[in-house]
Each structure stands twice: as C-alpha cells, then as structure tokens.
C-alpha cells in the first residue's frame, strides 16, 4: 500500500498545498486521505490503475452520476466498510503516517548557521586573516557569521536571553563584535538594545573578540 500511495503522490500532488488532485473527465477531484486509501486498495487488488481510479462512490464526481471515467462504464456499487475494519483503519494511519512524512520533506527549512558549542569557543575568535605584501598579519576580517555566533554565544554564557533578536538590526547598522565596543550607547539604545545587554554586548564582544 505504501507503494502505491507513493505512485499516486507522485502522478496527483498538488504544486501549491500538501494536497492530492486527481483531474477526471467532469472535473478536478481533491483526493481525501481514505479515497487516497481507497485508491490504493483498489490498485492492490488490480480493479484500477494510476490513470484511473475505481469506480465508487467516493469518486463520484456529479453527485451520483454513473460513471467517473469513460474507461469505466460500469455502474458504481455501494460499499459498505465494517464498522470494526481494523485492516482499513490501519492502512488510512499508515498512509497519513507517509504523508506528514513526504510533506516535511517538501518543505524541508534551510539549516541555521552553525557555530561553535558554547563551551568550545576560545577568548579570541578563530576569524580569517589576510597576508599582506610584507609578510605580516592583517587583522581578522568581519563577517555576519561571526555576529550571529557573537549573539548565540551572548545568550549563553552572558545571561542575555534575547540576544538573537538584535541581529537585524545590528546588520542594518553594519554593527560587528569587532566595533561594538566603539559603538555610541544612544545608538544601540535607539535599535531597540536595553541599557543592561549594552554593557553585557561591550564587555563580551571585547573578551570574545
């Protein structure tokens, strides 16, 4: 049954939703989770195809009109499930098991940045440095990297719970952990910094850095 749901997520996934829609001869029909069943029932026991769903109700497409596909021209035939069909309510679970799963990967986020544990981060940061024409060191080059890691490592270890928060705005500003210290306190408080986590961001960015 896996199987054959996988080949119908394939053939009717909806691009906009997470939904299914299977476009007949009289109209597009969203695919419930037990017609998806169905479906897939019907195909293990060979009364229908990908093309074309069996002929029941639940695929009645004009409320009760004879026939869902001109392939199909015999009459539907009501079925009833038992009340108490364990084998029916195991396959709908499993096959909306699948599909939360298939979903999560369609919409799969993009990682977060990764930085460093907390515990790993050493007094000066590891930054890249330029060799100039003399042979000597130039310093670290900034980067937003290292202010995401900055305020990651803030939060941790400087008791400043919402120090990811400040991100955006620092970027706008161009802010760094390398010029926080030189940064005038009106204008951190002017983004929205309190007067206690500007302390906390000098102090540290000048240990960190």
């Known amino acids: ?38 479906w897939c029932l019907a195909l293990e026991d060979g009364q229908a195809t990908i093309a ?4 029941i109700e639940s695929f009645n497409a004009a409320n009760k009109a ?45 990682p977060p940045v990764a930085c460093m544990p907390s515990m790993s981060f050493p007094t000066t940061p590891q930054t890249p440095t330029q060799q100039r ?7 670290p080059v900034p980067s937003l990297t ?3 890691c900055y305020l990651q490592y803030a939060e941790t270890n400087l008791s400043m719970h919402y120090a990811s928060s400040y ?9 760094g952990p390398d010029i926080l210290p030189d940064i005038n306190d009106k204008l951190l408080a002017d983004l929205g910094i309190s007067a206690g986590d500007i302390i906390h961001l000098k102090k540290g960015s000048t240990a960190w850095w």
């Open 1 to 38: 049954l896996a199987q054959w749901h996988m080949k119908l997520l394939k053939a009717y996934k909806n691009g906009h939703d997470k939904g299914l829609t299977y476009v007949g001869p009289l109209r597009p029909i969203p695919l419930t989770p037990t017609m998806v069943c169905d």
């Open 52 to 55: 074309i769903p069996p002929n």
């Open 66 to 110: 004879p026939t869902l596909h001109p392939a199909r021209k015999a009459a539907a035939q009501p079925t009833a499930l038992p009340a108490a069909d364990i084998s029916s309510l195991t396959s709908v679970i499993l096959l909306q098991t699948l599909a939360q799963l298939d979903s999560s990967l369609f919409n799969a986020s993009t």
């Open 133 to 139: 024409g003399d042979g000597a060191l130039s310093p």
């Open 146 to 148: 290292q202010l995401a």
């Open 167 to 175: 991100k955006s705005a620092l970027e706008l500003h161009g802010i």
